[in-house]
C-alpha cells in the first residue's frame, strides 16, 4: 500500500472520527496538543503524521494509535480467530469483558463481538440508542434484554435481532458468568 493511500485513510479516519465526537478542529487542537494548522493537514491527506503527533491525537479521542494505522497497515480481507484468541477491545471492572472476532478486516460494515457478562454485570441505567442493526446470541448463561420497555429473556441458545435506534438494555440475571455473541451492523467504531 503507498505512501498516499496511507495518508487518505489517516485523514479520513481521523476526520470521520473529529465529526463523530461533533468537535471542530480547533477544539481537538487543544486537546491534542496539536496545532490546528497540521490537524488540518492531516485530515485532507497532505501530510502523513508522525508517530509521536498520531499518538496525541488518538489520545485526545481515547484511542490507541493502532485504530488510525490498522487498516492502513493490517487491513484483512479474511480473519481467522481461534477460540479464545479474539482479540480483547474493552474490559470493565473485571466486570465485562468484549472481545472482537473481527478486528483487522478492512472497512468492515459489521463487526462481531464475544461479551462476558460477570453476575450482576448490566448496561447501565440508561437505554442506549444508535444506528443500525444487533443481533445477539446467548451461548451461556441468562440475559435480559429490555427493548423498548418490553423485557426479553434469553436462555442458552436463544436469539434477539432488533433495530439499534430502539431504546435498549440488558443486565446478567445467572448466578455466574454469561456470555453473549453480538453480531452489529454497521460497525461500530470501537477503537484499540
Not at 477460540?83 to 480483547?88: A, F, N, R
Not at 466486570?95 to 478486528?103: D, E, F, Y
Amino acid at each position: 500500500m503507498g505512501q498516499g493511500m496511507v495518508k487518505k485513510i489517516i485523514g479520513k479516519k481521523l476526520k470521520a472520527t473529529r465529526l463523530k465526537n461533533d468537535l471542530t478542529i480547533q477544539e481537538v487542537a487543544k486537546s491534542s496538543g496539536v496545532s490546528s494548522n497540521m490537524i488540518s493537514r492531516i485530515e485532507r491527506g497532505l501530510t502523513i503524521p508522525s508517530v509521536e503527533i498520531l499518538m496525541k491525537l488518538a489520545n485526545a479521542f481515547g484511542m490507541s494509535i493502532n485504530f488510525f494505522v490498522e487498516d492502513a497497515a493490517t487491513g484483512s480481507t479474511v480473519i481467522l480467530t481461534r477460540s479464545g484468541e479474539g482479540q480483547p477491545i474493552f474490559f470493565f471492572e473485571d466486570k465485562h469483558q468484549i472481545v472482537s472476532l473481527s478486528h483487522g478486516l478492512r472497512d468492515p460494515s459489521f463487526s462481531v463481538f464475544f461479551d462476558t457478562l460477570e453476575a450482576d454485570c448490566s448496561s447501565g441505567e440508561g437505554a442506549m440508542v444508535h444506528s443500525g442493526e444487533e443481533f445477539a446470541l446467548l451461548m451461556e448463561g441468562r440475559v435480559a434484554f429490555h427493548i423498548e420497555g418490553r423485557e426479553y429473556l434469553l436462555e442458552k441458545g436463544d436469539s434477539l435481532t432488533f433495530k439499534a435506534s430502539l431504546p435498549h438494555r440488558w443486565e446478567n440475571r445467572y448466578d455466574g458468568k454469561s456470555l453473549v455473541m453480538w453480531v452489529v451492523s454497521p460497525a461500530p467504531n470501537v477503537a484499540q
